[in-house]
T-cell receptor, first 112, second 117 residues
Framework: GNSVTQMEGPVTLSEEAFLTINCTYTATGYPSLFWYVQYPGEGLQLLLKATKADDKGSNKGFEATYRKETTSFHLEKGSVQVSDSAVYFCALRDGGYNKLIFGAGTRLAVHP | GAVVSQHPSWVICKSGTSVKIECRSLDFQATTMFWYRQFPKQSLMLMATSNEGSKATYEQGVEKDKFLINHASLTLSTLTVTSAHPEDSSFYIC?????????????FGPGTRLTVL
């Protein structure tokens, strides 16, 4: 079946450090891939997405590239800020169904 | 825009009682709503999908008689946990989508933490 695996947290970084959160997936067909972010006390928000191989999603300085050959969608940011502290979820949506499958989430803590 | 609220944000109840959780789309009409359950340090697991005016579609392994879902209007869906037991304690999250096709973004509520004593 379809599944998403992302690196365990927490990830603790200093401000302005480089961020990578790994995400790999297993899916039949050609899924769309997403990163969601959950700030403390808030609901999940869509951060970025990619719908086909080699697409790069980007938003707020974050980016992720849909790599079909490695079945990966790693999240990166060149310089993190304290305000980026949150839980990040990688997810896929299979085919034409509006049904999301999530990874376990990775907590990011950024210190000044 | 596209704000989804949940009420209550947390609830504690005694074993054997029923608990109702509301999910509202505040500034858009939600044709489809989803209910998820999240255990500590685990991913969100889809429980059921509901379209306004029709019966919910439950995921495999989810007891539909225990988790009653009602999507009575385009802005409100409710999840009722019937005869709750301690193993039902969890974080319940809803999301709402504007359309019925496969391309629409889901907008998530902040979640409801249920503790069953």
């Amino acid at each position: 079946g379809n599944s998403v695996t992302q690196m365990e947290g927490p990830v603790t970084l200093s401000e302005e450090a480089f961020l990578t959160i790994n995400c790999t997936y297993t899916a039949t067909g050609y899924p769309s891939l997403f990163w969601y972010v959950q700030y403390p006390g808030e609901g999940l928000q869509l951060l970025l997405k990619a719908t086909k191989a080699d697409d790069k999603g980007s938003n707020k300085g974050f980016e992720a590239t849909y790599r079909k050959e490695t079945t990966s969608f790693h999240l990166e940011k060149g310089s993190v800020q304290v305000s980026d502290s949150a839980v990040y979820f990688c997810a896929l949506r299979d085919g034409g169904y509006n049904k999301l499958i999530f990874g376990a989430g990775t907590r990011l803590a950024v210190h000044p | 825009g596209a704000v989804v609220s949940q009420h209550p944000s947390w609830v504690i109840c005694k074993s054997g009682t029923s608990v109702k959780i509301e999910c509202r789309s505040l500034d858009f009409q939600a044709t489809t709503m989803f209910w998820y359950r999240q255990f500590p340090k685990q991913s969100l697991m889809l429980m059921a999908t509901s379209n306004e005016g029709s019966k919910a579609t439950y995921e495999q392994g989810v007891e539909k008689d225990k988790f009653l879902i009602n999507h009575a209007s385009l802005t409100l869906s409710t999840l009722t946990v019937t005869s709750a037991h301690p193993e039902d304690s969890s974080f319940y999250i809803c999301s709402a989508s504007k359309g019925q096709d496969g391309a629409d973004t889901q907008y998530f509520g902040p979640g409801t933490r249920l503790t069953v004593l």
